[in-house]
């Protein structure tokens, strides 16, 4: 499956469950990492885990390889690594704190509305 569709499937599993502030960055002219950025915000821990499960779940439902996530059930800060697109889901504050979104800034933002 292309990263263009798994972007597709990692949005709808986060906007399911009502994650804040979704950004998709189209990374390809400007990193070799990756194709797609994705950020998103959880009010607690438990929502970041129920992001978490329910994009590992759409995932299985198209028979994609689960992903690697780096970092621990109680983190919060929580990296999902699917290659060619890489999620990062945190708790609010955390997320202001690292600012991925100014670093990747010269990325193409990407909308599905």
């Not at 129920?50 to 028979?63: M, R, S, V």
């Amino acid at each position: 499956m292309d990263s263009l569709n798994k972007l597709k499937i990692i949005y709808k599993a986060l906007d399911d469950k009502q994650a804040i502030d979704i950004k998709m960055i189209d990374i390809r002219e400007i990193s070799y990492i990756a194709d797609y950025f994705v950020i998103a915000s959880a009010s607690n821990i438990n929502q970041m885990q129920a992001f978490t499960d329910n994009i590992e779940t759409e995932l299985i439902k198209e028979k994609i390889h689960l992903p690697k996530i780096e970092g621990k059930r109680d983190s919060s800060w929580l990296l999902i690594d699917l290659g060619d697109v890489i999620v990062n889901l945190f708790l609010d504050d955390q997320r202001h704190f690292y600012d991925l979104e100014k670093l990747w800034m010269d990325g193409k933002n990407v909308s599905f509305n």
